[in-house]
């Protein structure tokens, strides 16, 4: 189940931020979720274990505390290709919290109860190169019991139909943990549905941050020979006077 947090909550530091933008750079999309997760919940155990609609909920509330609401992104039309701007609120996105962990499946002779994704079953297939593959593998994890006609089968054993059910049940469940967004292309007129990344929206905008703070903590270290933890120390409003001191004397 989602874990509830206080909407007080205080964002981290901006040494923290650092931290934990150096802590996920190189690492896989999954793993940065994880860290950007532990910036949230900072004392909460199991995080690899929240439902991946659980995980993007909390990433959508840190995304508040740290950025405030408003998103704003691109993609291109995958008709002409034209680029097309998008802007809208993190409410705008947001989903139903899962109501249960797991999920029942009958499809013909077949009876399948499966658990809600998580962060480590993300994880253990991210070696898997071909999508189709992944995708079951994926959904193998999460199969709790599987029967055929009172039977009991391994999950390498279910049909692909009635695994493709497993897949939209899971997802019926858990709302939040595939955004799609209404595209639609003012060149050409064509329309789709586009998967939003909440990890990888969340950590676009650290990394912008983080480079924007190094190039801040750069300026400053050469100009009055500071450290670096003297610079963050100064808090955003004084280091902006400084810089502005740096520009004007430029
Ligand atoms: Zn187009």
Redesign the pocket.
């Known amino acids: 189940m989602p874990t509830t947090m206080p909407a007080t909550m205080a964002a981290p530091g901006e040494a923290a931020m650092l931290d934990l933008w150096e802590a996920g750079s190189g690492a896989s999309l999954t793993r940065r979720g994880l860290h950007l997760l532990a910036a949230a919940l900072p004392d909460t155990h199991g995080l690899a274990n929240l439902s991946i609609g659980a995980r993007d909920a909390e990433l959508l509330a840190l995304h508040d505390r740290l950025f405030g609401p408003a998103i704003a992104c691109r993609t291109d039309?995958a008709?002409?290709?034209?680029p097309i701007e998008l802007a809208f609120a993190t409410d705008d996105i947001r989903a139903d919290a899962a109501l249960r962990d797991t999920v029942d499946v009958v499809v013909g002779d077949t009876r399948i109860r499966a658990r809600l994704l998580d962060s480590r079953d993300l994880l253990a297939i991210e070696a898997e190169s071909d999508p189709t593959t992944a995708e079951r593998r994926l959904l193998e994890r999460c199969i709790v019991t599987a029967e055929h006609a009172g039977t009991p089968v391994a999950p390498a054993e279910v049909p692909a139909a009635a695994m493709d059910a497993v897949g939209a049940a899971l997802a019926a469940a858990d709302p939040q943990a595939e955004i799609l967004l209404d595209i639609a292309?003012a060149?050409?007129a064509?329309t789709a549905l586009a998967p939003f990344d909440i990890v990888g929206h969340v950590w676009a905008r650290l990394d912008h941050w983080a480079r924007a703070m190094l190039g801040a903590v750069d300026s400053l270290a050469r100009s009055y020979g500071w450290s670096e933890a003297a610079i963050l120390a100064l808090g955003p409003v004084r280091r902006q006077a400084y810089l502005d001191r740096i520009a004007g004397a430029a």
């Open positions: 039309c008709a002409c290709g034209a292309c060149d050409c064509a």
